[in-house]
């Protein structure tokens, strides 16, 4: 695959952030290609350590990540969760998510659409966002309900037991087989619904019907689209604006051609 630059991207950014300093209601969509930026694997689903290969224990990540297997056996369900946010535990936020989040705190109106479990969105300080697949970084019991944050998995057992009820507890993520969730259903078409004159997919392979919906509903009602991804998708041919990019250098040129530096405090003021 060819390496493209941000030069080569040059006059793409400067329209990117023409875009972004003129839209009222922007709404970014983002996968797993943003966190890759952190050192984080990309994932199918909640998965992707394991991409095309059965697990250790014989069974596709799928599966053993799946809210049926989850039902009968927990133990295995919660063996590669926590593998999966021992990947996570050392990472953090990179230039994108801060990007993101700055440019909420400058403009206002600026919502986060995330298949990403690992919660960089919210650590990196943007405020507005939808966790379509929920977080590793909560915990919640099958018997009582009561959930917990935690930092990480340290010292857990596992699968670990509720301390209210003893019962089992499990990460606040959709699982293999699982229905989204609705309040996240909800606050998403509650998004929509106020029409945002700007959307961006951001890291994505837009393979879900609900992830690639409303960028296709952009394109349809001729609403400014951007594609950041050094991959080809679905939506690649169809956007307005296309960045073969990482979504860590792009997203930062963009604020920068926006007037949103990501350097200052005080270069532009909310709109």
Known sequence: MTNHTLADHADR?????????????????????????SGLPTYRGVGGLYEGTLTDMGLPIEQA???????????????????????????RPNAGHYAIARLEALHGHVTVLTQNVDGFHLMAGSRDVIEMHGT???LRCVDCGRSRHVDNYAGLTIPPECPYCGGTLRPDVVLFGESLPDPAMHRFEAVLAAGPDLVLS??????????????????????????????????????????????AEALPAMLDAAGYSLDSGRDASAG
Do not use: H, M
């Open 13 to 37: 950014i400067t329209a990117a952030g023409r875009l972004l300093s003129t839209a009222r209601r922007i709404l970014f969509i983002t996968g797993a290609g943003l966190s890759a930026d």
């Open 65 to 91: 990540l799946s809210g049926e297997v989850f039902r009968r056996r927990p133990d295995i369900t919660w063996r590669y969760l926590a593998q999966i946010e021992a990947s996570c535990r050392d990472a």
């Open 136 to 138: 590793l970084r909560r």
């Open 202 to 247: 951001v890291g994505t392979g837009s393979a879900f019907p609900y992830i690639a919906g409303p960028v296709l509903w952009a394109i349809s009602a001729g609403v400014p689209t951007i594609e950041i991804n050094p991959g080809e998708t679905p939506l690649s041919d169809k956007v307005d604006i296309r960045l073969r990019l990482r979504a």
